[in-house]
């Protein structure tokens, strides 16, 4: 429920996440967090079950500014999507103000997303409130999915209510603040309708009003804004910095060329997926998960290392996302492709010649790591091919003076 204090010339309004369990509205408060001003944000409290799905709610207090004199602070929650804490979502939803519905893109999520989107409805019901008369705003999230759904058939299939929509890919930071501002935006209106005097029609400093994005680049029609280009390249500094990781990372300009041309091979390796039909299910993004996981020895210090990086389980999942498309791609364009990776002798003991030093136990024990050395070697140069051919067939345009 709205709060007006006139005394201290404040508006404090409640907006909550909601949406089936991982669809991405804690990554929607993380990235929002990141963004807002120091002075403008409260401690983000997060309580988590072991499989990072939010058990309980996020509390973000969010200042976003001065509207007719008002101070506004929204207060930012989500809701867990297992439909076995339904109590809970309830209990977060009490004198809510907004909702933001957080919609997984993917066809596959069509049943979970209309029972959610049911649910709130009835959830709503019960605290005396009619959907179709409440602040809802829906996010079109995991848009760079290659099964994600087109727009129109989001709209069409699950869009019942008629709400006003925003794509995004939240865990790059897309379309998040836009989704922010068009719910404040939403909320403030309908406290102006109750004759409150406070409006939203003053552009709020978080997205401001009627400003174009610059687009670094056009990949086959689709473009990459800068905003969106830079928090790819900070995940990426993320992922493979040794050391110590700055919250944000200032990039020379041959490492940002160098960046927007691996957007740019992700962006066309994206669309290619979707036009084949690959979809990747549960059970494959969970082994690829493990896989990465191993690799660190323990969960523990796999979380130790996220949280050192400042990345979220959706930018990891992100990437795991690309290892299996690539597979997947790399395996329908060569049938044959483990006897293609397979070295020959003379080329494992060539290697071996050529880097004695680097294995002082002798050949034989450095057999099958050299292998593994010359399979990696052979798989990079088949995907720098694969995105060549994918190039070839593009039309990209790339805009060196807006990096």
């Excluded at 977060?92 to 979970?112: H, R, Y």
Aim: some cysteine; charged content about 25%; aromatic content about 8%.
């Amino acid at each position: 429920m709205v709060q007006i204090n006139f005394a201290r010339k404040e508006v404090s309004c409640k907006l909550v996440y909601y949406g089936p369990g991982m669809s991405g509205k804690t990554t929607n408060l993380q990235v929002i967090h990141q963004k807002a001003p120091q002075g403008a944000k409260g401690d983000l409290i997060a309580i988590a079950t072991e499989g990072d799905r939010t058990l309980f709610f996020d509390f973000l207090p969010l200042d976003l500014g001065n509207v007719k004199g008002m101070s506004t602070k929204f207060q930012l929650y989500t809701v867990p999507g297992q439909v076995y804490y339904a109590s809970t979502r309830k209990l977060v939803l009490q004198g809510a103000d907004g909702v933001v519905f957080v919609a997984d893109s993917q066809k596959k999520k069509l049943e979970e997303n209309l029972e959610s989107l049911k649910d709130l409805e009835s959830t709503l019901k019960e605290n005396g409130i009619d959907i179709r008369s409440f602040p809802v705003v829906i996010q079109w999230n995991k848009r760079d999915l290659p099964d994600a759904a087109d727009v129109a058939w989001l709209e069409e299939n699950i869009n019942w209510l008629k709400a006003p929509t925003v794509e995004a890919v939240a865990a790059r930071g897309d379309g998040v603040m836009t989704t922010l501002k068009a719910s404040a935006k939403l909320v403030l209106d309908r406290i102006n309708e109750k004759g409150s005097g406070i409006s939203a029609s003053t552009p709020l400093p978080t997205q401001p009003a009627k400003k174009e994005e610059p687009v670094v680049g056009i990949v086959n029609g689709a473009n990459i804004t800068r905003n969106y280009f830079l928090d790819y390249c900070q995940v990426q500094y993320r992922m493979t910095v040794q050391g110590d990781v700055d919250d944000f990372h200032k990039l020379g300009k041959k490492e940002l060329l160098e960046s927007l041309n691996g957007l740019v091979n992700h962006t066309l390796l994206m669309q290619e997926a979707k036009k084949s039909g690959i979809s990747i299910d549960k059970k494959q993004l969970e082994a690829q998960l493990i896989q990465m996981i191993r690799k660190f020895g323990s969960r523990e210090k796999f979380d130790k290392w996220m949280e050192s990086r400042l990345l979220t389980m959706d930018n990891v999942k992100n990437e795991a996302v690309k290892n299996i498309v690539v597979a997947a791609m790399l395996k329908n364009s060569y049938p044959d492709l483990a006897a293609m990776m397979e070295p020959p002798v003379g080329e494992v003991s060539g290697y071996f010649e050529s880097h004695k030093a680097a294995f002082p136990g002798g050949a034989e024990q450095a057999d099958e790591k050299i292998k593994q050395i010359l399979r990696n070697k052979k798989r990079r140069a088949l995907v720098e091919s694969m995105y060549s051919e994918l190039r070839g067939k593009s039309k990209v345009s790339v805009f060196e003076d807006k990096l």
